[in-house]
T-cell receptor, first 110, second 113 residues
Framework: KNEVEQSPQNLTAQEGEFITINCSYSVGISALHWLQQHPGGGIVSLFMLSSGKKKHGRLIATINIQEKHSSLHITASHPRDSAVYICAVRGGGSNYKLTFGKGTLLTVNP | DTEVTQTPKHLVMGMTNKKSLKCEQHMGHRAMYWYKQKAKKPPELMFVYSYEKLSINESVPSRFSPECPNSSLLNLHLHALQPEDSALYLC????????????FGSGTRLTVV
């Protein structure tokens, strides 16, 4: 069982729809990251969370430390949001390593 | 400056060539990372430098040789690579202490022929 599980693996939406991507993890963490990667491209860090909720434009990320669960929401989705969204967690202490989920491929159709 | 800059963006090299990938950041981050990403897979950690010293080597073959000449620069020297080493190589940086976010570069797409 992977330490970081994402769902769904694939998601297709119509433009304007509200999107939710979920991430569950089984290890103690110091921070959780939501990352975006367009096909063939590099990685963009969207959010880093250690508690609560963050919002940036149409993107909202939440984390529940007790339940070891995080969600990424996209409001009013747009075709340019089509990308792979990756959840990654960083361990505690001096553990530098990020453990990645397998990613969610989001396709938003016009 | 809030970016990690990687050069070159694309590289094609033969199995007998020697080449280097370069990564640069000016955010004062003292931890720098090399990741390897194959198609449709999550990134895999290769090396971690902390305060310019190698702190993690994830059992990477010696044909990959990292170097951190100063706190802003990270290089990855490549020699005698195999076709299966073709991948996207990503550099990242962060503060050393936990609770700080990562910044990723846009990567170098490497093809070994």
């Amino acid at each position: 069982k992977n330490e970081v599980e994402q769902s769904p693996q694939n998601l297709t939406a119509q433009e304007g729809e509200f999107i939710t991507i979920n991430c569950s993890y089984s290890v103690g963490i110091s921070a959780l990251h939501w990352l975006q990667q367009h096909p063939g491209g590099g990685i963009v860090s969207l959010f880093m969370l250690s508690s609560g909720k963050k919002k940036h434009g149409r993107l909202i990320a939440t984390i529940n430390i007790q339940e070891k669960h995080s969600s990424l929401h996209i409001t009013a989705s747009h075709p340019r949001d089509s990308a792979v969204y990756i959840c990654a967690v960083r361990g505690g202490g001096s553990n530098y390593k990020l453990t990645f989920g397998k990613g969610t491929l989001l396709t938003v159709n016009p | 400056d809030t970016e990690v800059t990687q050069t070159p963006k694309h590289l094609v090299m033969g199995m007998t060539n020697k080449k280097s990938l370069k990564c640069e950041q000016h955010m004062g981050h003292r931890a720098m990372y090399w990741y390897k990403q194959k198609a449709k897979k999550p990134p895999e950690l290769m090396f971690v430098y902390s305060y310019e010293k190698l702190s993690i080597n994830e059992s990477v073959p010696s044909r990959f040789s990292p170097e951190c000449p100063n706190s802003s620069l990270l290089n990855l020297h490549l020699h005698a690579l195999q076709p299966e080493d073709s991948a996207l190589y990503l550099c990242a940086s962060s503060q050393v202490h936990r609770g700080y976010g990562y910044t990723f570069g846009s990567g170098t797409r490497l093809t070994v022929v």
